[in-house]
Nanobody, 116 residues
Framework: QVQLVASGGRLVQAGGSLRLSCAASGRSFSSYSMAWFRQAPGKEREFIAGINASGGNPYYARSVLGRFTISRDNPKNTVYLQMNSLKPEDTAVYYC?????????WGQGTQVTVSS
């Protein structure tokens, strides 16, 4: 079973920046597109950013386009999310998974809270 461990979330003021990391166990990391998702209180989990297996062709949800940047380091089995110009509506638990999501265990995610 692949483990996905997201980290880097914390409380930050609006306009600030954060860099999230997600480390994946297993040997097949570099074979799949990866993505970041988030779930705000009372809302469904949503896709926000994805990247192909080789680290190219990033794609974003409209809500984060121009503010967030996804990247990956295949030798480290890690995907990153650089978040700039954060807004209170970015407050959520952030998760990574393949795209489309293949792993049923999403892990605990990492909490990002943006204060106004």
């Amino acid at each position: 079973q692949v483990q996905l461990v997201a980290s880097g979330g914390r409380l930050v003021q609006a306009g600030g920046s954060l860099r999230l990391s997600c480390a994946a166990s297993g040997r097949s990391f570099s074979s799949y597109s990866m993505a970041w998702f988030r779930q705000a209180p009372g809302k469904e989990r949503e896709f926000i950013a994805g990247i192909n297996a080789s680290g190219g062709n990033p794609y974003y949800a409209r809500s984060v386009l121009g503010r967030f940047t996804i990247s990956r380091d295949n030798p480290k089995n890690t995907v990153y999310l650089q978040m700039n110009s954060l807004k209170p509506e970015d407050t959520a638990v952030y998760y990574c998974n393949t795209d489309p999501a293949r792993h049923t265990d999403w892990g605990q995610g990492t909490q990002v809270t943006v204060s106004s």
